[in-house]
């Protein structure tokens, strides 16, 4: 199950369609990214927003009525599941084969709302033998931790176990990765998506190929552009990614924007990179406070300490204080190592995959791959 659930609801009836809204907005596993009052041109909407479930009243009226609609989305390449919504007066029978996944019939409660759009989403991966993508996204509440290499050599430890990997450059205004890895400035970015569409043939036509074996979507090469990019930019272009690719891991930026809020509500893990200073300790704890009241359960977050065995004269124990449990993961300091192969643009888990450093970035990959939590890892003695 993806971190979020996408779901587009055709319901012309305002009043069910606010009664929605309002059961969605306290929870975080379902995403309501529009509502259309008229089923005319909602193929051609759910083909540019992709969602992951469509919602149809089988009562729609209007020039297309619902079960014309289904029968519509049935017909389609889009490969969608239906959640068909009705009332008791009118009983719908669940059949997959109509293009009908799953029945929702009012009253309903927020319980059985999520429950019959989950449902929906799960029944069709497992009838196409699907294996969802995971999503990681990596975070830093200060600079200056280490968070955008390890976030590359993270990418390409776990492309190097096999799954087809992208990596993306969430620091819209000045592209780290980019600057990292030394990429021409007229490499194609997530400005260059359509911003009408976004299908498959145009993401791959934006990525940027690293000789490392993974793909980036970039950061626009310019300060002044990342303004171009939107919330719904975000959301069309990590579906098609989660399509594409079994693992997506996202290079975020310090500040918390609505833009970095799309990158983290979908994805199923945040890796925060914590050091042992009290600055970073500091605002690790007030990110902390936020995530939590946003709704991130505390299993979404996994913390890694970073030059694990450089506590540079603060107690082990403030750490724990600070985040309120023992850190997850630790990556020792090797700073002559990583310097040499940042100043190359190249990962050390490639060039030195034997190192104390690439093994604790590839015990993290295992980790995320396996979705087992680790014992943490500070310091090697």
Not at 69 to 87: H, M, Q, Y
Not at 167 to 185: A, E, I, M, T
Not at 188 to 204: G, H
Request: proline share 6%; aromatic share 4%; charged share 20%.
């Amino acid at each position: 199950m993806p971190a979020q659930i996408r779901l587009l609801i055709i319901e012309d009836v305002p009043q069910v369609a606010q009664y929605i809204r309002q059961l969605l907005d306290p929870q975080a596993q379902i995403k309501l990214i529009d509502v259309l009052a008229d089923g005319t041109h909602a193929l051609a909407e759910a083909e540019r927003l992709r969602p992951d479930v469509v919602m149809v009243d089988m009562l729609l009226q209007g020039k297309v009525k619902g079960p014309a609609l289904i029968d519509e989305f049935r017909g389609s390449s889009l490969g969608v599941p239906i959640v068909a919504l009705t009332v008791p007066q009118h009983p719908v029978i669940r059949s997959p084969e109509r293009g009908i996944h799953q029945v929702l019939s009012m009253p309903f409660s927020g319980f059985d709302l999520i429950n019959v759009v989950q449902a929906a989403f799960a029944l069709r991966a497992e009838a196409r033998g699907e294996i969802q993508t995971r999503m990681v996204a990596v975070y830093a509440p200060k600079g200056g931790v280490g968070k955008t290499t390890i976030a590359f050599n993270l990418a390409v430890a776990i492309a190097r176990r096999g799954p087809r990997t992208a990596l993306v450059d969430g620091c819209l205004q000045f592209g780290d990765l980019r600057s990292l890895l030394k990429v021409p400035l007229d490499a194609p970015s997530i400005v260059d998506l359509p911003t009408d569409r976004v299908a498959s043939a145009d993401l791959t036509d934006v990525l940027w190929r690293d000789p490392s074996g993974i793909d980036i979507l970039l950061a626009p090469p310019r300060v002044e552009m990342a303004e171009m990019v939107m919330t719904r930019d975000v959301d069309k272009a990590m579906a098609m990614l989660r399509q594409a690719y079994r693992v997506v891991v996202v290079d975020l930026p310090t500040t918390i924007s609505d833009v970095s809020l799309a990158f983290l509500d979908a994805s199923d893990t945040i890796l925060s990179i914590v050091t042992y200073d009290s600055t970073t300790l500091r605002n690790t704890a007030a990110v902390a406070e936020a995530f939590r009241t946003i709704g991130y359960p505390d299993d979404k977050i996994r913390y890694v300490v970073n030059r694990a065995d450089s506590a540079g004269g603060l107690p082990v124990d403030q750490l724990e204080s600070a985040i309120g449990r023992k850190p997850d993961f630790g990556i020792i300091s090797d700073g002559r190592l990583v310097v040499a192969s940042n100043n190359d643009g190249v990962p050390f888990v490639l060039t030195s995959p034997d190192s104390q450093v690439s093994k604790d970035v590839d015990a993290i990959a295992s980790a995320l791959l396996t979705d087992q939590r680790s014992l943490a890892v500070v310091g090697h003695g």
